[in-house]
C-alpha cells in the first residue's frame, strides 16, 4: 500500500488539494448565498445583469434588465419583449470556483497563482456577461435554436476558453511547468 502511495502522490495530492479548495468555496458560496431571501438575487447576479445591459447598451441595443416581483431571476427585455431570465447559475461562481480549485492544485509560485486566479476570474467574469449577451440576441433572432445555443454552443465556448486558461496555466506558470 505504501509503495502506491508514494507511486501516485503528485496524483493524490492534486486529487486532495482539488476537491478540499472546491468543496471550501463551494461552501464559502452557499453561505454567501444564504444570506439573501429566497426571492432576492444576490448581488454577485445583479452585477453580471448590470454588467450585461452595460455591454448591450455600447451595441445600441434597447435592452431592460430588472429583477422579478415575485422569484429571484432578472429578466431580461430585448427589443421591449420579455424572453429571457438571468438566474444565480448565469453568474459564473460555478465555473469560477471550478477554475481556482484547479489552479491552486498546480499551484506555482505564490505571486504567479495568485495574478493568474485574478485574470482568469476578470476574464471568465468577462466572458459570461458577453456570452449572455450574445444569447439574448440570437435567441431573440433564433428562438427555435435555444436548445443548441444555450444548452450546447455558449457552455461549450467557456468551458473551452476555462480549459485553454488551465492548459496554460500548467505549461507556463505551474510548479509543474519546464
Not at 419583449?81 to 491552486?104: K, M, T, W
Amino acid at each position: 500500500m505504501k509503495k502506491y502511495l508514494v507511486q501516485y502522490k503528485p496524483f493524490l495530492l492534486f486529487i486532495s488539494i482539488f476537491f478540499a479548495t472546491y468543496i471550501f468555496l463551494t461552501l464559502v458560496y452557499k453561505s454567501y448565498l444564504n444570506l439573501f431571501e429566497p426571492s432576492e438575487v444576490d448581488g454577485i447576479t445583479n452585477l453580471v445583469g448590470d454588467h450585461v445591459k452595460y455591454i448591450m447598451q455600447l451595441f445600441g441595443a434597447d435592452i431592460r434588465i430588472q429583477k422579478n416581483v415575485s422569484e429571484s431571476f432578472l429578466e431580461v427585455w430585448y427589443n421591449k419583449v420579455y424572453f429571457v431570465r438571468i438566474v444565480e447559475g448565469c453568474n459564473a461562481v460555478s465555473i469560477v470556483i471550478l477554475f481556482i480549485s484547479f489552479v491552486i492544485s498546480f499551484s506555482g509560485k505564490w505571486k504567479s497563482t495568485v495574478f493568474f486566479i485574478l485574470f482568469g476570474v476578470l476574464f471568465i467574469y468577462i466572458l459570461n456577461a458577453i456570452r449572455i449577451a450574445l444569447l439574448t440576441v440570437l435567441l431573440f433572432r433564433f428562438p427555435e435554436n435555444q436548445q443548441f445555443l444555450h444548452g450546447v454552443l455558449f457552455p461549450l465556448i467557456i468551458y473551452g476558453v476555462v480549459f485553454i486558461l488551465w492548459i496554460i496555466w500548467v505549461n507556463k506558470f505551474s510548479k509543474y511547468a519546464k
